[in-house]
């Protein structure tokens, strides 16, 4: 049976996720949900004659789709924090680079694309058509945004 390796939130919190995993399993694939969130305290990774994260060989698999990848980091000294935040990213995104299969969403589209500003201009030059957004943390322009949409 072919395994399918789905990186997401807390299992069962993403109706998509379920969705999908239902129709996988419909199709004869095995469905694997691995909740992000619990990387880097609760899921191991090892990159080295194998690729294994949180127990599961990713050259075994069929394919992985990257849903939802956020990590999450204990309470720690500051200064230290920052750099095992980026330590353990980077181990994290290699080991997904080197997965010899099929991936939905790669990690480095994910990374092209990681910020909604980023994806809408590129997509309004490519001549799509993209609708009115905002990012902002600025109340007065978030009140004209949205007094201004219909």
């Known amino acids: 049976m072919p395994k399918v390796l789905i990186l997401t939130e807390e299992v069962g919190e993403d109706p998509c996720v379920d969705s999908v995993a239902q129709i996988l399993q419909q199709q004869g694939a095995e469905?694997?949900?691995?909740?992000?969130?619990?990387?880097?305290?609760?899921?191991?990774?090892?990159?080295?004659?194998?690729?294994?994260?949180?127990?599961?060989?990713?050259?075994?698999?069929?394919?992985?789709w990257i849903r939802k990848l956020?990590?999450?980091?204990?309470?720690?000294?500051?200064?230290?924090?920052?750099?095992?935040?980026?330590?353990?990213?980077?181990?994290?995104?290699?080991?997904?680079?080197?997965?010899?299969v099929f991936q939905l969403d790669p990690p480095e589209t994910l990374k092209a694309a990681s910020t909604k500003p980023s994806v809408s201009l590129l997509a309004a030059r490519m001549g799509l058509s993209v609708p009115r957004m905002l990012v902002t943390n600025h109340p007065p322009a978030l009140r004209e945004f949205a007094r201004t949409c219909p």
């Open 31 to 64: 469905p694997l949900l691995l909740p992000t969130w619990r990387y880097p305290m609760e899921i191991p990774i090892v990159v080295g004659d194998r690729l294994l994260l949180g127990g599961h060989d990713l050259q075994q698999m069929r394919s992985l």
């Open 70 to 100: 956020e990590p999450q980091f204990p309470e720690m000294d500051p200064t230290h924090r920052e750099a095992a935040r980026t330590q353990c990213a980077a181990a994290l995104w290699g080991l997904l680079e080197a997965a010899p």
